[in-house]
């Protein structure tokens, strides 16, 4: 029964130390969290339900994955519903395998958090930013990324 009790425990540990964690963050988290940032980052603005968003998450990861020793981070903004928020933004993360680090946007005034990220912004999604401080890059993507386009701007981003 010991030998039960503590294999339980220990799976009950691992599951819970390699989870995904979303934070809840209003846009001035995300702003701060950027700006903290000693490294280069794609930030990408995205919803469960969004067709597009669900596309471009491999390429992203893919990419943030190949630039890992350029400690390139991915930055994961989901702009879905309350309700959905934290369980079935989780249950997809899970299922998609998807590594990164997350925020769900605690927003619902695009025209307050759209100009804090680019001045440009729209609030269509996808969207994503790449940034890299320490060259004073910044490429802002208002679509849906493709491979070629992703590939530039981060080789830019990381000159």
Known sequence: MKLVLFVLINI????TAFAQQINKAK??????????ADHPLIVNFWATWCKPCIEELPLL???????????????MVSLDFPEAYPNDILDFINKKNINATFFWLDETDADHFCPAIDKQWQGSIPATLIIN???SYRKFFEKKIGSKELHV???????
């Open 61 to 75: 990861q893919q990419t943030a994955q190949q630039n890992k020793s350029s400690k390139v981070e991915l930055i």
């Open 153 to 159: 701007a981060v080789k830019t981003m990381l000159q």
């Open 27 to 36: 846009i001035e988290d995300i702003t701060a969290y950027i700006k903290k």
């Open 133 to 135: 401080k320490k060259n």
């Open 12 to 15: 009950a540990f691992v599951s």
